[in-house]
């Protein structure tokens, strides 16, 4: 096993993407439906003072304390992505978000947080099997934020930020994303002129 955390954590700010490949049958089922090596997908949340990586996720899971409620809180939660990683049983990379990080992108994040603050995971695994099967039935047809699954979240997120196009101007449904859209396979068409890196490993099991 290997592990470069560390070796990448400074280049690490908010905006960028965490990609996890679990173990756990319903991530067998994402990663079979969507036909990509990748299950989970969390977000970086940089913060500068105190100097902490955190990232945002949703998950079922409730191993790591939310860092700023201290307590579990499964569902829409912020780790510390150190523990984060340590912890995961499978290999996890990071895509870099290469874009100015302006006041207007961090104000939309921290209001959409606000929002959602512990909402809990999404208990319909057939909306999640939806997200990930693009066959006939497999169109999620509307929004609901009461709980959130992991890519409909950062989708979600980004969409705030105004990084992705939000459905009310044409753009997909956030529970329409999976964790192959934010992977080098899904081929996001970012707004703001911003990219995301190629894939690079963090984690290998």
């Known amino acids: 096993m290997k592990n470069d955390y560390h070796k990448h954590r400074g280049l690490l700010d908010t905006g960028d993407i965490i990609l996890f490949s679990g173990p756990g049958i319903l991530s067998a089922g994402i990663k079979l439906g969507s036909l990509c090596r990748w299950s989970h997908v969390g977000m970086v ?65 921290s209001a959409f947080r606000k929002e959602i603050k512990g909402r809990p995971f999404e208990e319909s695994t057939w909306e999640i099997i939806k997200a990930a099967y693009d066959g006939p039935f497999g169109d999620n047809k509307e929004e609901d934020l009461s709980s959130l699954f992991c890519s409909e979240l950062i989708a979600e997120a980004y969409q705030r930020m105004g990084l992705l196009e939000c459905n009310s101007k044409g753009g997909k449904l956030s529970n329409e994303f999976t964790p192959r859209d934010f992977s080098e396979k899904g081929c996001l068409e970012l707004l703001l002129q911003a990219q995301l890196s190629q894939e690079i490993e963090i984690k290998v099991i």
């Open 45 to 109: 949340v940089k913060v500068k003072n105190p100097d902490i990586a955190l990232i945002y996720q949703a998950t079922p899971s409730t191993k790591a304390k939310d860092f700023f409620l201290k307590k579990e809180n499964p569902g829409v939660q912020i780790n510390v992505l150190s523990h984060t990683i340590e912890t995961y049983p499978g290999d996890i990379s990071y895509r870099k978000l290469n874009a100015e990080r302006c006041q207007t992108m961090l104000d939309g994040l």
